[in-house]
């Protein structure tokens, strides 16, 4: 007989494989040491999320932020297009709750390139969440529709590669810089 799966217990397994992959990392996980770090073991995982491949699709999910509703929250708090790239930068680059999870998805899209079978799904998931509400926020601010979305590309590539030069290298300045850069380039305003 199949033991019905506990909802809250995977939820709290799966949050837990979250901060475990944004503190380890995502390209060498074993499901033995996850496991005993979560007190549990691999074949519970099994259980819950069926393979490791599935748990981690599900970890990289959970760790993504609801992008439209920040951009809506942002949007009727009056900020500018340029206003929201800013806070988008600042989102992906300030330490505390966010950083993990932010360093965790960098890795996964770096994989995505050489694991493109792993990867590659949440990858381009990744990128369409973000380029198409931005799209519609330069699209509202006058953008033709091509132009926004050009727009919202150059924006969510152009910071998260600075985002991924900053962890590397710390340089603060140098990747402020730049991001302000994009930004004005991409809105054709000042943040």
């Known amino acids: 007989m199949v033991r019905p799966v506990d909802v809250a217990r995977r939820a709290e397994l799966l949050e837990g494989t979250m901060r475990y992959a944004a503190e ?8 033995r040491p996850l496991a005993a770090a979560l007190g549990t073991s691999s074949r519970m995982l099994v259980h819950y999320f069926g ?14 932020p609801d992008i439209p509703e920040l951009l809506d929250a942002r949007r009727e708090a009056g ?29 996964a899209m770096a994989l995505a390139l050489t694991q493109p079978d792993v990867y590659g799904k949440f990858a381009a998931e990744a990128i369409e969440a973000w380029v198409t509400p931005l799209a519609r ?40 810089d730049a991001a302000r850069h994009v930004i004005r380039a991409a809105t054709g305003l000042t943040p």
């Not at 393979?51 to 993504?64: D, F, G, H, I, N």
């Not at 500018?80 to 950083?99: H, N, Q, V, Y």
């Not at 979305?149 to 590539?157: C, D, I, K, Y």
């Open 24 to 31: 380890h990392g995502i390209a060498g996980l074993s499901l």
């Open 51 to 64: 393979t490791k491949e599935e748990l981690v699709a599900r970890a990289l999910t959970a760790a993504r």
């Open 79 to 107: 900020e500018t297009p340029a206003g929201i790239a800013a806070s988008l930068w600042r989102d992906l680059t300030t330490g505390g709750e966010r950083k993990p999870r932010t360093r965790l998805l960098l890795e």
């Open 137 to 176: 926020v330069l699209r509202e601010a006058g953008h033709r529709r091509r132009d926004a979305v050009a727009r919202a590309t150059v924006l969510v590539s152009g910071l998260r590669g600075l985002a991924l030069d900053r962890y590397l290298t710390g340089d603060r300045q140098r990747t402020d």
